[in-house]
């Protein structure tokens, strides 16, 4: 059975910093992984999604990379501001998806 | 292009009742998956549907059943509601190339 973990929980950092947040799975026979951010009672919007033949994606300041050997993945954001203030989610794809419990970002101005 | 779209966004009901939650897919999605979502915690699987057909089901009892139609919209039925029901109900249609979208959840109380 998938299991999916984030770490950390939670991050509070200042404005301005770069910063990593980590994903990892037990399965590595995935079709793809896809990060989300969540914000208080929302939904889920879609960050990046990476194809199992894929390495790394990238959009703007955000970049996530996949290692399927180790059954990691990381979310790099780069110069971050309050409004990234929001839940993270990693989910991984095969045949339904399996979601981490996600890190809560905070980002101080 | 239209988004997901869930209907009603909040809802309050009496344990032991039944409801009924709706979802319409994003244009030429044709693979509609359900989560249960508690707070805090990440989204639960319940099941997926492709084509009319479910296709796949988490570790949901028998009364979470669901529907989709012909237009891949689809319906999430829970009976006999039981207070631990109570969570973020969200649904998500795929397209071939694989991924999910998301739409805004249905915020389920059961009192």
């Known amino acids: 059975k998938q299991e999916v973990t984030q770490i950390p929980a939670a991050l509070s950092v200042p404005e301005g910093e770069n910063l990593v947040l980590n994903c990892s799975f037990t399965d590595s026979a995935i079709y793809n992984l896809q990060w989300f951010r969540q914000d208080p009672g929302k939904g889920l919007t879609s960050l990046l999604l990476?194809?199992?033949?894929?390495r790394e994606q990238t959009s703007g300041r955000l970049n996530a990379s996949l290692d399927k050997s180790s059954g990691r993945s990381t979310l790099y954001i780069a110069a971050s501001q309050p409004g990234d203030s929001a839940t993270y989610l990693c989910a991984v794809d095969n045949n339904d998806m399996r979601f981490g419990a996600g890190t809560r970002l905070t980002v101080k101005p | 292009e239209t988004g997901v779209t869930q209907s009603p966004t909040h809802l309050i009901k009496t344990r032991g009742q039944q409801v009924t939650l709706r979802c319409s897919s994003q244009?030429?999605?044709?693979?509609v998956s359900w989560y249960q979502q508690a707070l805090g915690q990440g989204p639960q699987f319940i099941f997926q549907?492709?084509?009319?057909?479910?296709?796949g089901r988490g570790n949901f009892p028998p009364r979470f059943s669901g529907l989709q139609f012909p237009n891949y919209s689809s319906e999430l039925n829970v009976n006999a509601l039981e207070l631990d029901d109570s969570a973020l109900y969200l649904c998500?249609?795929?397209?071939?190339?694989?991924?999910?979208?998301f739409g805004q959840g249905t915020r389920l109380t059961v009192v």
């Open positions: 990476i194809q199992s033949s894929q």
């Open positions: 998500a249609s795929s397209p071939r190339a694989g991924g999910a979208f």
């Open positions: 549907y492709y084509r009319e057909e479910e296709n």
């Open positions: 244009s030429g999605h044709n693979t």
